[in-house]
């Protein structure tokens, strides 16, 4: 009997692209940044928000794991927009 073997996994990395994030769930998608719903000001925000949520430990188990979930995407959003900063500024000194 053979041995299956585990796909190898691609090498390529993926193309950058827009994360949005899904209000009702609050995990990442993937769209364009025409589609995309929150400022960086605007997910950052919300994000010290869950935060403090989370701290202040007054949630069930289930409304924390539904936060930190949202936390996660916000970000995730937020890494996307400081990096594109960045690159953007890399760019120009490199000009």
Known sequence: ???KTAPKA????PTPSTPSVDPEV??????TPEKLSLT?????DE???VVNRLESGGESL???MELFKRGQALAGLCEHYLSE?????EA???A
């Open 40 to 44: 960086y000001e605007q997910a950052r």
């Open 10 to 13: 691609s090498k390529e990395q």
């Open 26 to 31: 609050g995990t990442p998608s993937t769209t």
């Open 62 to 64: 289930a409304e924390s």
């Open 47 to 49: 994000l010290i928000d």
């Open 92 to 94: 120009t000194k490199e």
């Open 85 to 89: 900063a960045r690159a953007t500024v």
């Open 1 to 3: 009997m053979a041995a």
